[in-house]
């Protein structure tokens, strides 16, 4: 099933559409698919469009301190910031640009806004190493937080699974601060909501920047593309979970 989940938003994503349009452009010899195909890449490939929509991902959601959130028992913080890295003798690891949501889930605690920490034991079939959880609960250890205070919840593999295997660890309706990427949030409060827990949202990790529009923003650019393919992916995402929830 995950192959599935992680496969059908790449065929429908920008991406996919420009190839199956290029693709049928060349075997059917026909001009105009393969130029819809290549206009719709320059589009995306510009800064000015793909920072409107990674803006669009993140709209519901604003920079908060921690005094502005309501206190809970437990904060979790979901997995997607660590990125093994291969060596000699086996596998390290290293943060990703997502590290602000741990960072989020020791300063709550630090500052007693939750007593106790849950982190998602993400691992999908294709991973190696140790599951994330396991490498943030010691980092979070190394930070001055007593074992004690954290939990791990079981093998999971996207949003819905952390969703239900927190909700089993909780008592129903529990209060929780759930920490997350921005542009990921909207999706994970919905899912768990739905789980009968009462979500207080933290979002952290803000893909978006206040800039200058410059001429550089009007020249197609990969990483423009690649951040434009992704708004797609995740509301694909979104799409799915408010059709399943």
Same mark, same amino acid.
């Given at each position: 099933?995950?192959?599935? *989940?992680?496969?059908?938003?790449?065929?429908?994503? $920008?991406?996919?559409?420009?190839?199956?349009?290029?693709?049928?452009?060349?075997?059917?010899?026909? #001009?105009?698919?393969?130029?819809?195909?290549?206009?719709?890449?320059?589009?995306?490939?510009?800064?000015?469009?793909?920072?409107?929509? +990674?803006?669009?991902?993140?709209?519901? /959601?604003?920079? &908060?301190?921690?005094?502005? +959130?309501?206190?809970?028992? &437990? %904060?979790? %913080?979901?997995?997607?910031?660590?990125?093994?890295?291969? @060596?000699?003798?086996?596998?390290? /690891?290293?943060?990703?640009?997502?590290?602000?949501?741990?960072?989020?889930?020791?300063? +709550?605690?630090?500052?007693?806004?939750?007593?106790?920490?849950?982190?998602?034991?993400?691992?999908?079939?294709?991973?190696?190493?140790?599951?994330?959880?396991?490498?943030? =609960?010691?980092?979070?250890?190394?930070?001055?937080?007593? !074992? *004690?205070?954290?939990?791990?919840?079981?093998?999971? @593999? *996207?949003?819905?699974?952390?969703?239900?295997?927190?909700?089993?660890?909780?008592?129903?309706?529990?209060?929780?601060?759930?920490?997350?990427s921005?542009?990921? #949030?909207?999706? =994970?409060?919905?899912?768990? @909501?739905?789980?009968?827990?009462?979500?207080?949202p933290?979002?952290?990790?803000?893909?978006?920047? =206040?800039?200058?529009? !410059? %001429? #550089?923003?009007?020249? $197609?650019?990969?990483? =423009?593309?690649?951040?434009?393919?992704f708004?797609?992916?995740?509301?694909?995402?979104?799409? /799915?979970?408010? #059709?399943?929830?």
């Amino acid at each position: 099933m995950i192959y599935i *989940n992680k496969i059908l938003p790449i065929i429908f994503s $920008p991406l996919g559409l420009i190839i199956i349009l290029l693709i049928f452009g060349i075997f059917r010899k026909k #001009m105009l698919p393969s130029l819809i195909g290549l206009v719709i890449l320059i589009l995306l490939s510009l800064p000015i469009v793909s920072g409107h929509l +990674i803006k669009l991902l993140e709209k519901n /959601y604003r920079p &908060t301190t921690l005094n502005e +959130i309501v206190s809970a028992e &437990t %904060v979790i %913080v979901l997995s997607g910031m660590v990125k093994p890295i291969k @060596q000699n003798n086996g596998v390290r /690891y290293e943060f990703s640009e997502a590290v602000d949501r741990i960072l989020a889930g020791i300063n +709550i605690l630090k500052t007693g806004k939750a007593q106790k920490i849950i982190l998602t034991r993400g691992q999908l079939p294709w991973s190696v190493g140790v599951p994330e959880g396991d490498f943030l =609960a010691e980092f979070v250890q190394s930070q001055g937080i007593d !074992s *004690n205070r954290i939990l791990l919840t079981e093998i999971v @593999q *996207n949003t819905n699974d952390e969703a239900k295997a927190i909700s089993r660890m909780l008592p129903k309706n529990s209060k929780v601060i759930l920490v997350t990427s921005a542009f990921h #949030m909207p999706r =994970a409060e919905k899912v768990f @909501q739905n789980q009968n827990l009462k979500v207080i949202p933290y979002a952290v990790d803000f893909i978006s920047s =206040a800039k200058k529009i !410059s %001429v #550089m923003d009007f020249l $197609p650019q990969a990483h =423009a593309f690649k951040d434009s393919n992704f708004y797609f992916r995740e509301i694909i995402g979104r799409a /799915y979970y408010s #059709m399943r929830y």
